[in-house]
């Protein structure tokens, strides 16, 4: 299964720090990609920067047609699934949603337009209070993967991690 984020709603410098925490949360927690709409490039570079030096192959894109990206995911035999509090419970769908091939997890910022109810084959919630996109992406991606993201090991970087139960312990990769 492979999971792609769309993260739609972004405020132009009041959202970078949120925006940027978004996509290293997508790339730690499993998914493969980013779509964003409204962001500039310091929010890309962020991210390349630490794909480069950590590993593996995450790609930030930024879009202007969220709807249409969706459509062509749908087209394509893709499922869309949007975290709303106002969803289904992540634990009625969470079964069906790990049997597809490509998902598309939308996440808003602020007011989500209605377009992505209603494109969405999934509404799902995780709990119905609401909280912050980053946390229910991270619980999302941990329910699809099983938690099994947090120990892949991501070829490609510079720098890699000895887990140490004290201190810091960093490999430069030659
Ligand atoms: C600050 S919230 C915006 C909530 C806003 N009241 C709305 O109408 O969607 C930003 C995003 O966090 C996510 N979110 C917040 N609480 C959630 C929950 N309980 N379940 C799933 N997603 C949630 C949604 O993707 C939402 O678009």
């Known amino acids: 299964m492979k999971v792609s984020v769309l993260r739609i709603g972004h405020r132009l410098v009041r959202d970078d720090r949120v925006t940027t925490h978004a996509a290293l949360v997508a790339r730690a927690f499993g998914a493969d990609r980013i779509y964003m709409t409204g962001v500039d490039q310091s929010v890309s570079d962020t991210v390349a920067g630490v794909t480069k030096r950590w590993g593996g192959k995450f790609e930030v894109q930024v879009i202007q047609d969220w709807k249409g990206l969706a459509k062509a995911w749908k087209k394509e035999g893709g499922k869309v699934a949007h ?58 991606l941990d329910r699809m993967f099983k938690g099994k993201q947090l120990k892949k090991e991501l070829a490609g970087g510079r720098l890699k991690i000895v887990p140490a139960a004290r201190g810091k312990q960093v490999r430069e990769i030659k």
């Open 83 to 140: 975290l709303t509090m106002y969803g289904i419970n992540i634990d009625e769908a969470a079964e069906r949603l790990r049997k597809e091939e490509r998902i598309l997890v939308i996440i808003g910022a602020e007011k989500v337009p209605r377009e992505a109810y209603e494109l969405a084959d999934y509404n799902i919630a995780i709990g119905n209070q609401p909280h912050s996109e980053i946390a229910a992406l991270a619980i999302f």
